[in-house]
């Protein structure tokens, strides 16, 4: 009939509303991050990358991903960090960014997926206007944790394209 009813509606709408507040944790550098898992394609081993000329420092190269071209940003480096040394625990995390005309599929160098975690809204501080060594508009809030704070990352800002080709044609000006 194609018709759902009431009882099943409002549950597809508990379990969409239950992953809005489901966060997936990391480590970078010692620090533990998080993002929105309904952004979260997969995570892939870490593997050998094509370099591309020309591209931003923070971008380390791309990935064929089932016949697909992915760019992979190495996080640390886009948060002026030194580059990710690959080790046992690193890994690729596949993310969905949207922008104003399409959605694109992104790899994040992470050295460690830590979790699935839920963090509710009321748990979420609004980011601090200094000390997390990272701009404001690339964290979305502070989770607080089991006692401690997970930085949040609003990874559209973080992995938008536009402003990462700025920085390559910034960089670019300087070399």
Known sequence: MGNSSPLQEAAES????????????????KETFAIGILGVKEIIEFGALTAVPMMPSCVRGVINLRGRVVPVVDL?????????????????????????????????????VNQVIEILPSDIEPAPAFGANLRGEFIQGMGKVEGRFVIILEIAKVLSVDEMAHLGRAHDRTA
């Open 14 to 29: 508990e379990e969409s509303n239950e992953e809005q507040h489901q966060y997936l944790t990391f480590l970078m550098a």
């Open 76 to 112: 640390a480096v886009r948060f002026g960090r030194q580059a990710t040394e690959p080790g046992r625990r690193t890994c690729i995390v596949i993310v969905e960014v949207a922008d104003e005309n399409d959605h694109r599929d992104i790899g994040i160098i992470v050295d460690a």
